[in-house]
């Protein structure tokens, strides 16, 4: 862990004995009472914790002094068809970490469908999984997550221009991954300097029908070589290759 983060409705509660971030502070650190350590809470603030005392339970009491902004989300959004559920966690995570805006899970016509009964986005496991790519990146904040059942459906919404103000408030360029019938490479893609909407695939593709949906709501088709690649690594090499030529990572 990076950080220490914290619930709102915890704040003024110990931490118990068995909590992974009591074993955390007292394993991993081998912080004591007395010692600070990095500290946020979600949605919040960043800043310093300090361990004031150990119950004799091992409960764990601690004072938080956050001063300091969470960094902003970068300015994209990126649109998946349902991956394995093995690959959600993972998937949620590094997007999490990389500081994306919002992720759309969504129903594809290729994609399995069975992989759209995974409990996680109901028993908290797709929010753990972004918690644990913020602490990761010291940050408090996590991308939005939202789910459709079907490309047509996202398409309709268009969810990125909801609101007039946030990462989306200008209008966006509109890309999606396609090894099959690309208008060009990702790579090649000129600097960009404004917000960025991106739709991956399942690990099988787009069909032709939801190209032509794509192609007709605005998004440019792009491949990365003609490799087939598993859909969170096709995700995150896109992302990292978007936020670059954004100019984030400089």
């Known amino acids: 862990m990076n950080i220490i ?38 949605d919040g603030n960043l800043g310093q914790g300090r361990i004031e005392s150990i119950r004799f339970d091992g409960a764990l009491f601690y004072s938080l002094d956050l001063q300091e902004d969470a960094p902003k989300r970068q300015p994209v959004r990126i649109a998946v068809g349902f991956p394995r559920p093995i690959q959600i966690r993972r998937l949620l995570r590094d997007l999490s970490n990389l500081g994306l805006a919002a992720v759309d899970i969504i129903g594809t016509e290729l994609g399995e469908k069975s992989y759209r009964d995974t409990k996680l986005f109901k028993d908290g496991g797709a929010r753990a999984a972004m918690i644990e790519g913020a602490v990761q990146a010291r940050d408090t904040r996590l991308p939005a997550l939202s789910l459709y059942g079907r490309l047509e459906d996202w398409l309709g919404e268009r969810p990125w221009e909801a609101s007039s103000t946030g990462p989306f408030s200008k209008s966006p360029l509109l890309l999606a991954l396609d090894n099959v019938r690309s208008e060009g490479a990702l790579a090649l893609l000129s600097a960009m300097g404004q917000s960025v909407v991106l739709a991956v695939g399942c690990e099988r593709g787009w069909s032709d029908r939801e190209r032509d949906l794509l192609e007709a709501a605005g998004f440019l ?26 100019g984030a990572l400089g």
């Open 221 to 246: 088709r792009l491949s990365m070589g003609n490799r087939a690649l598993r859909t969170e690594t096709a995700c995150v090499a896109a992302s990292v290759l978007v936020l670059e030529k954004m």
């Open 5 to 42: 983060l914290f619930e709102p409705a915890e704040l003024g509660k110990p931490l118990s004995r068995r909590d992974e971030r009591t074993l955390h502070l007292l394993k991993v650190l081998h912080k004591k009472p007395g010692d600070s350590f990095e500290a946020g809470v979600l």
